[in-house]
């Protein structure tokens, strides 16, 4: 286990990593697609075909960040 916590790691990671969910943290270079699929439920899909939750918060943000 980690002796820091959630944001304390995001706060020490390279800027490739974002926030996707209160306890995921993923590097941006592995995102192959992201979605909303309706009823408050969005996904990120990683080049590996793993998917993992995304927030409905954090959505807009990484649509900005993946657009630059």
Do not use: C, W
Request: charged share 25%; proline share 3%; net charge positive.
């Amino acid at each position: 286990l980690l002796d820091k916590t959630m944001d304390q790691l995001e706060q020490e990671l390279p800027s490739d990593f974002f926030r996707a969910h209160r306890s995921v943290i993923v590097d941006v270079t592995q995102i192959k697609s992201y979605y909303h699929s309706g009823g408050g439920i969005y996904q990120i899909i990683l080049n590996t075909g793993e998917q993992i939750p995304l927030s409905r918060q954090k959505y807009k943000e990484l649509q900005n960040r993946l657009k630059h």
